[in-house]
Antibody, heavy 119, light 110 residues
């Protein structure tokens, strides 16, 4: 079964850091482009970051550029999001998503992990 | 303010048809495929449509997608109460070099 499982969320103070992880299973992780998408409470979906297969390309939303770093470890079938200088407005559920091969969409979603930035 | 514009809400009676629009520009919908997502209350979003009008396996043919110029449309026929959810469109924006989402549309089946 194709599955994405996020972890690492929690409560952090403004200015703090947090590292999210996404464990992938059921498919050849290294072949796929991966993304992080977030959703603030009661709000819509917001794309955060994208990393191409083989880390051949990396993109960030302007709202997180310079503060967040996406990475992947294909040997561990894992995706990461290092979040530094966190702000209250970064409070959201963070979803790990997989694109289809050769396609443009968020095909597979994890269950999400909640990040709360508050003093 | 989302780059893609969707109506905040739509409603229709069971069995009826509803359409949800997604309006963008040449740099996003005008040059890239649109995908649609259904988010049931308290759950993660689910892919409903990709490449404008392709349904993933398991998605019933009551759901269809179309694309014209800088706008895309999701149509749902034979509405069921279980279709009540938030629906989002998304595409890649070549000028922004980022994925962009619509603000979401809440569907109410009266």
């Amino acid at each position: 079964e194709v599955q994405l499982v996020e972890s690492g969320g929690g409560l952090v103070q403004p200015g703090g850091s947090l590292r999210l992880s996404c464990a992938a299973s059921g498919f050849t992780f290294s072949n796929y482009n991966m993304n992080w998408v977030r959703q603030s409470p009661g709000e819509g979906l917001e794309w955060v970051s994208n990393i191409r297969s083989s880390s051949s390309g990396i993109y960030y939303a302007d709202s997180v550029k310079g503060r967040f770093t996406i990475s992947r470890d294909d040997a561990k079938n894992s995706l990461y999001l290092q979040m530094d200088s966190l702000r209250v407005e970064d409070t959201a559920v963070y979803y790990c998503t997989r694109e289809p091969l050769g396609g443009w969409a968020f095909e597979i979603w994890g269950q999400g992990t909640m990040v709360t930035v508050s003093s | 303010q989302s780059v893609l514009t969707q109506p905040p809400s739509v409603s229709a009676a069971p069995g009826q048809k509803v359409t949800i629009s997604c309006s963008g520009s040449r740099s996003n919908i005008g040059n890239n495929h649109v995908s649609w997502y259904q988010q049931l209350p308290g759950t993660a979003p689910k892919l409903l449509m990709f490449e404008n009008s392709e349904r993933p396996s398991g998605i019933p043919d009551r759901f269809s997608g179309s694309n014209s110029g800088t706008s895309a449309t999701l149509a749902i026929t034979g509405l069921q109460t279980g279709d009540e959810a938030d629906y989002y469109c998304a595409t890649w924006d070549g000028s922004l070099t980022s994925w962009v989402f619509g603000g979401g549309t809440r569907l109410t089946v009266l």
